[in-house]
């Protein structure tokens, strides 16, 4: 129950009480004060009469008893107005939510039961309000993944439709072109088959949640295993891998193939939009309770105004924007989902000199 400072209860109960108790209160002092006037009047001419015949068919106690409740219920009603109309002003509140008018915010007037109502329908009318706008990002989420899907899927369908079309046909010169028309389709099935396997990960991630397998890890040997890994890539793209820091101690607790799944997105990346560096750099350190990774590339770097979204579902940079790099646009979202479910962070900066995405780990003991 709500109390002041000074201790004194200020429920609705307590303020009607104290409102009935001034009513008598005032109710006495006016009837007390207008029998006293009335006794003076009543020694004049023109209220003698009046007054005697009140007296005599109605009688004197009983007039004074009927004026005082009278004035009772007349005090009352003026004591009790502020309380009866800010009980109004919550009514009217109401309705203006129940149309739909979400934005009406009721006044805080009081720190009684029904100061309690008003700040309950406010939070109530903004909780509202919060689900109904996140329904809608959610349905505007869909129509974007919808649209994302549809083009991703249908520009290397069609590419492939075409030279499957030329091959039907026998619109080709010799075994030469037919071999080089048959590379292309295959390339762009690889591709489009990459895109689907991303895209069923990410929804299946954000739809189901990850269950992780969690154990103990060593990081930096998981880490070394996968710049080996990657060699052939690196040499194709002209570029090497290198390390820096680690540890034998830098434990997590890990599902150990969605890790790699995240640390490989990372590494490719790297590789896709480093090639004009001759880098990729992958810096282990510890900091206080997390383990830090840094994969780096030293390529172009990222537009300011791409950073904020580069983690979103089927978002690529300018630069990057169609699918010959190779990147499906969920990569980094699936590695933000997977790093996050493992009760770590990602981010990223850019700038001229280096790209760094920076993943934290929480640490754990042998």
Known sequence: MPVRNDGWMVSLRWKFALAFGKSILFAVATVFVGYSIVTLLQQTKPFEAPIAWVVNHIGSNTAMILCGSALVLLYFFLFSR?????LGE???GLREIAKGNLDHELEIKTSDELG??????NQMARQLQQSIEEERTAERTKNDLITGVSHDLRTPLTSILGYLELIENSRYR?????????????EKTVNLKRLIDDLFDYTYLHNHGLQPSLEPLKLTAILQQLAEEFVPSLTAAGMSCRLFGGGSD????ADAKQLVRAFENLISNAIRYGRD???VDIRIDRQADEAV???VNYGEPIPPQDIPFIFDRFYRVDKARTSHAG??????AITRSIVQMHGGSIAVRSGRAETVFETRFPLTQP
Do not use: C, K, S
């Open 116 to 121: 309690v109502v008003a700040e309950t329908v």
């Open 277 to 279: 560096g001759q880098f």
């Open 327 to 332: 990147g499906t646009g969920l990569g980094l």
């Open 174 to 186: 010799d075994e030469v072109e037919l071999h080089y028309y048959v590379n292309i389709a295959y």
């Open 250 to 253: 830098l434990l997590i607790r």
């Open 293 to 295: 990774v840094q994969v």
């Open 90 to 92: 919550i009514t009217h």
């Open 82 to 86: 502020q309380i009866v109309d800010y």
